[in-house]
């Protein structure tokens, strides 16, 4: 049988017990005597848009169905409501204008039927709670969360309306970087959240919020939860979250970290580059079985354009065990960074040049050793060019000296991804994926061009001993 959600028009599939929630937007779907949601055959089916996103969605239901008929104020904390922006499981979006200042925000309010579960108002508490406690840019900002006449309200940062979704679902696809950019911005919002020991656990493209210059403000902390809470407003088994963005331990119920947020956020940045969430599917139920059982196909199979080694760095992010998934956000991020145009920084370009000075350095005492090996071996031919055989003792200095740099840079880069002043400074060498080792013909080539173009002074020492032997040879 399919049941179809009136809130998103996606059809959810079962076979055995109707589902409660929809599996697309995570609202309560409900109840067949209340006559809302037609139960249709195959071949009624309708199709529903190909987004999985809602816009304020989750999936806690009012508790024991209760419901109340509470009127919404028109004034709350100071400011009056202008319009419903829209309506999530548990709460609505108003835009609002403070009396006295004129200022436009955004205003909470908890939904009326939510209003007798004293479990649903404490979540709503700990969300502006939560929520309040990060200040940052990449955030949406909370300006008061405070209740007024027994109705719990937050107070936000008025956004232009724009999300992630909805960019997605007017232009398709974004590109490459394009999507890594916007993806960047979550995760430096949510890097804040985490810092602060707040996981988010409803990370969906719907809940990334663009301002009015393109940048992403992370929102909608309504299933945030802190780490360090002693209590557990969330009950026991139950699952919240939005389905095709959630990891697999957030279906299974199991404890969560920030884990759980870096495979939504992976999902998210799936969705930005191919138009659709890792698991797609229309039967809702198999989706769900589908995260915690199944690998998701690679981007590739539905955008070609898109890099292979981008396509694993993502992958990565959705492994279904977390042991394989980055470890954290700052993981991620610099797998990412690879793939953007190159923007050397202050402090980047002071790090590569720390790392040079130190390699160099080694170099350095290593060719000042083969030097004065020569020296002791073929005497002072450096300070004597009519010395016998000063022209091959040349050759095989600079022979020498060129194979030390050649040796050094390039084994190292290409064993290891890096030589000892680059790991000190936390720097490695990738081909142009962002994510291989160079192989030994790539790093043997690349130390071999940078040291002619290093000490292209010294290839000026053949010629020159050259000249100077044959004006000895011909002088009185």
């Given at each position: 049988?399919?049941?179809?959600?009136?809130?998103?028009?996606h059809?959810?599939?079962?076979?055995?017990?109707?589902?409660?929630?929809?599996?697309?937007?995570?609202?309560?779907?409900?109840?067949?005597?209340?006559?809302?949601?037609?139960?249709?055959?195959?071949?009624?089916?309708?199709?529903?848009?190909?987004?999985?996103?809602?816009?304020?969605?989750?999936?806690?239901?009012?508790?024991?169905?209760?419901?109340?008929?509470?009127?919404?104020?028109?004034?709350?904390?100071?400011?009056?409501?202008?319009?419903?922006?829209?309506?999530?499981?548990?709460?609505?979006?108003?835009?609002?204008?403070?009396?006295?200042?004129?200022?436009?925000?955004?205003?909470?309010?908890?939904?009326?039927?939510?209003?007798?579960?004293?479990?649903?108002?404490?979540?709503?508490?700990?969300?502006?709670?939560?929520?309040?406690?990060?200040?940052?840019?990449?955030?949406?900002?909370?300006?008061?969360?405070?209740?007024?006449?027994?109705?719990?309200?937050?107070?936000?940062?008025?956004?232009?309306?724009?999300n992630?979704?909805?960019?997605?679902?007017?232009?398709?696809?974004?590109?490459?970087?394009?999507?890594?950019?916007?993806?960047?911005?979550?995760?430096?919002?949510?890097?804040?959240?985490?810092?602060?020991?707040?996981?988010?656990?409803?990370?969906?493209?719907?809940?990334?919020?663009?301002?009015?210059?393109?940048?992403?403000?992370?929102?909608?902390?309504?299933?945030?939860?802190?780490?360090?809470?002693?209590?557990?407003?969330?009950?026991?088994?139950t699952?919240?979250?939005?389905?095709?963005?959630?990891?697999?331990?957030?279906?299974?119920?199991?404890?969560?970290?920030?884990?759980?947020?870096?495979?939504?956020?992976?999902?998210?940045?799936?969705?930005?580059l191919?138009?659709?969430?890792?698991?797609?599917?229309?039967d809702?139920?198999?989706?769900?079985?589908?995260?915690?059982?199944?690998?998701?196909?690679?981007?590739?199979?539905?955008?070609?354009?898109?890099?292979?080694?981008?396509?694993?760095?993502?992958?990565?992010?959705?492994?279904?065990?977390?042991?394989?998934?980055?470890?954290d956000?700052?993981?991620?991020?610099?797998?990412?960074?690879?793939?953007?145009?190159?923007?050397?920084?202050?402090?980047?370009?002071?790090?590569?040049?720390?790392?040079?000075?130190?390699?160099?350095?080694?170099?350095?005492?290593a060719?000042?050793?083969?030097?004065?090996?020569?020296?002791?071996?073929?005497?002072?031919?450096?300070?004597?060019?009519?010395?016998p055989?000063?022209y091959?003792?040349?050759?095989?200095?600079?022979?020498?000296?060129?194979?030390?740099?050649?040796?050094?840079?390039?084994?190292?880069?290409?064993?290891?991804?890096?030589?000892?002043?680059?790991?000190?400074?936390?720097?490695?060498?990738r081909?142009?994926?962002?994510?291989?080792?160079?192989?030994?013909?790539?790093a043997?080539?690349r130390?071999?061009?940078?040291?002619l173009?290093?000490?292209?002074?010294y290839?000026?020492?053949?010629?020159?001993?050259?000249?100077?032997?044959?004006?000895?040879s011909?002088?009185?």
């Amino acid at each position: 049988m399919h049941l179809v959600c009136e809130i998103c028009l996606h059809v959810n599939e079962f076979t055995q017990e109707r589902p409660r929630f929809c599996g697309y937007c995570g609202k309560p779907l409900p109840s067949s005597s209340e006559g809302k949601l037609p139960t249709v055959s195959a071949a009624e089916q309708i199709v529903p848009p190909t987004l999985d996103f809602d816009p304020l969605g989750e999936t806690l239901a009012p508790r024991n169905g209760s419901a109340t008929h509470a009127r919404t104020p028109e004034e709350i904390g100071g400011y009056r409501l202008i319009r419903k922006l829209g309506t999530g499981g548990m709460g609505s979006v108003y835009e609002a204008v403070h009396l006295s200042s004129g200022q436009r925000a955004a205003v909470k309010l908890i939904n009326p039927e939510y209003l007798s579960s004293p479990q649903n108002i404490g979540r709503f508490r700990l969300e502006g709670r939560l929520a309040s406690s990060i200040a940052h840019p990449r955030c949406v900002f909370v300006f008061a969360a405070d209740e007024e006449a027994g109705q719990p309200y937050i107070i936000m940062e008025l956004m232009p309306g724009t999300n992630l979704a909805d960019l997605v679902n007017k232009n398709g696809p974004l590109k490459t970087t394009e999507a890594i950019e916007r993806i960047l911005d979550v995760i430096e919002g949510l890097q804040e959240a985490h810092r602060l020991g707040v996981i988010h656990r409803d990370v969906k493209p719907s809940n990334c919020f663009l301002d009015v210059d393109g940048r992403v403000k992370v929102g909608d902390f309504g299933l945030a939860k802190s780490q360090s809470a002693e209590g557990d407003l969330t009950r026991s088994g139950t699952f919240v979250g939005t389905v095709l963005f959630a990891s697999p331990e957030q279906i299974k119920c199991q404890p969560l970290d920030i884990q759980s947020d870096v495979y939504s956020v992976a999902a998210t940045l799936y969705f930005l580059l191919t138009g659709r969430a890792p698991f797609h599917d229309v039967d809702m139920m198999a989706a769900t079985a589908r995260i915690v059982t199944d690998d998701p196909l690679p981007m590739r199979t539905y955008k070609s354009e898109i890099p292979e080694a981008l396509d694993r760095v993502v992958l990565r992010g959705i492994e279904r065990e977390k042991v394989k998934r980055w470890a954290d956000l700052a993981e991620f991020r610099a797998a990412l960074l690879p793939f953007l145009p190159g923007q050397l920084s202050v402090a980047g370009l002071g790090y590569r040049f720390g790392a040079f000075v130190f390699d160099w350095a080694v170099v350095f005492a290593a060719l000042m050793i083969i030097r004065l090996a020569f020296a002791v071996f073929f005497g002072e031919w450096m300070n004597d060019p009519m010395a016998p055989n000063f022209y091959s003792h040349v050759i095989r200095g600079v022979l020498l000296s060129s194979a030390t740099w050649v040796s050094y840079f390039g084994l190292c880069e290409w064993l290891l991804g890096f030589t000892p002043g680059k790991w000190m400074f936390g720097l490695r060498v990738r081909t142009a994926n962002g994510i291989d080792a160079p192989r030994w013909w790539q790093a043997l080539s690349r130390a071999g061009l940078f040291y002619l173009l290093w000490y292209v002074d010294y290839w000026l020492v053949v010629p020159t001993a050259i000249y100077m032997r044959s004006r000895g040879s011909v002088d009185p």
